[in-house]
């Protein structure tokens, strides 16, 4: 990417126009980055890479709101144990395997 200072930019616009057509131009002022110029075309481009990806962020958000809200939750058959219940009957079972190891 080419840098020119505010100065060269307002002492060379035309220039800087014809080179921003072809790779993006960074404006400096006081040494900071400012702006950078790019091709109609290639912001265009961004532009719409930009919407295609806050569309999709809202279909992720949506199907994970519902997702959240139970939309796809599988109904658990009466008498089946919580996830709890076989987190702690494994935790008892890892216990007594590892005491009956030591012993």
């Known amino acids: ?3 020119v200072t505010a100065t060269e930019l307002k002492n060379k616009l035309g220039e800087v126009i014809d080179l921003a057509r072809s790779e993006p131009v960074l404006v400096q002022s006081h ?4 702006v950078v110029i790019v091709d109609h075309a290639e912001f265009a481009r961004l532009r719409q890479s930009t919407a295609a990806i806050q569309k999709s ?3 992720r958000q949506t199907a ?3 997702i959240r809200a139970g939309k796809y939750a599988r109904p658990r058959p009466p008498g089946a144990p919580l996830p709890s219940e076989v987190f702690a009957a ?3 079972v890892e216990k007594a395997l590892e005491e009956g190891s030591q012993r």
């Not at 040494?31 to 400012?34: A, E, T």
């Open 1 to 3: 990417m080419l840098t």
């Open 31 to 34: 040494g900071r980055d400012v």
């Open 57 to 59: 962020d809202s279909r």
């Open 64 to 66: 994970l709101a519902a």
């Open 90 to 92: 494994r935790k008892q």
